[in-house]
């Protein structure tokens, strides 16, 4: 039974630094194919694929946040940690981390995390 | 970048069948995926690789993909089926490898 949960802070300040950990269990990140992914969805508005990290610790970014995104893995405690920089209002969202079936082409996301709700005001 | 459109809502009675597109450039070359979400609630997903459904969704739920539209339908819709629907697919045809959302749509069961 694959299983993934989001932690990290609810509220942040704009110009700080978010990050979010997603613990996951059913799946290992060192099986060849397997890939976990961020996404993220402001309030009343649709999915915003972030980041993806394969488990052979290759990684893809969204083009519009790319400098702001570090995606990193630890394989042994079945973590993934999402971190995104310089933070603005608009980056309020419910952020989700999903098993991604893959590798690259074709692939989707087929688990969910029910995803952690992120305000940042000062 | 991949742009996918999507209806903005589908409203219609219960038991008629719902169809809710999924538009891009030649989409028909791509796998194309589909999530349900319902208020409050995590993305579940519903069709993938254009027409095969995971365990525990209705066959009530198909999908097709050609030219360039790909489409959802939900026969004999149901009021547990109201929810939001989003298209997904793969890209690389930038410079960028991504996973690309559709702007979802609105399902409403009257």
């Known amino acids: 039974q694959i299983t993934l949960k989001e932690s990290g802070p609810t509220l942040v300040k704009p110009t700080q630094t978010l990050t979010l950990t997603c613990t996951f269990s059913g799946f290992s990140l060192s099986t060849s194919g397997v890939g976990v992914g961020w996404i993220r969805q402001p309030p009343g508005k649709a999915l915003e694929w972030l980041a993806l990290i394969y488990w052979n610790d290759d990684k893809s970014y969204s083009p519009f946040l790319k400098r702001r995104l570090t995606i990193t893995k630890d394989t042994f405690k079945n973590q993934v940690v999402l971190t995104l920089t310089n933070l603005d209002p608009v980056d309020t969202a419910t952020y989700y981390c999903?098993?991604?079936?893959?590798?690259?082409?074709?692939?989707?996301?087929?688990?969910w995390g029910q995803g952690t709700l992120v305000t940042v005001s000062s | 970048s991949y742009v996918l459109t999507q209806p903005p809502s589908v409203s219609l009675a219960p038991g008629q069948t719902a169809r809710i597109t999924c538009g891009g450039n030649n989409i028909g070359s791509k796998s194309v995926h589909w999530y349900q979400q319902k208020p409050g609630q995590a993305p579940v997903l519903v069709v993938y690789?254009?027409?095969d459904r995971p365990s525990g969704i209705p066959e009530r739920f198909s999908g097709s993909n050609s030219g360039n539209t790909a489409t959802l339908t939900i026969s004999r819709v149901e009021a547990g089926d109201e929810a939001d629907y989003y298209c997904?697919?793969?890209?690389?045809?930038?410079?960028?490898?991504?996973?690309?959302f559709g702007g979802g749509t609105k399902l409403t069961v009257l």
């Open positions: 690789d254009d027409s």
């Open positions: 997904q697919v793969w890209d690389s045809s930038s410079d960028h490898l991504n996973w690309v």
């Open positions: 999903a098993h991604n079936v893959g590798p690259y082409y074709g692939s989707y996301f087929d688990y």
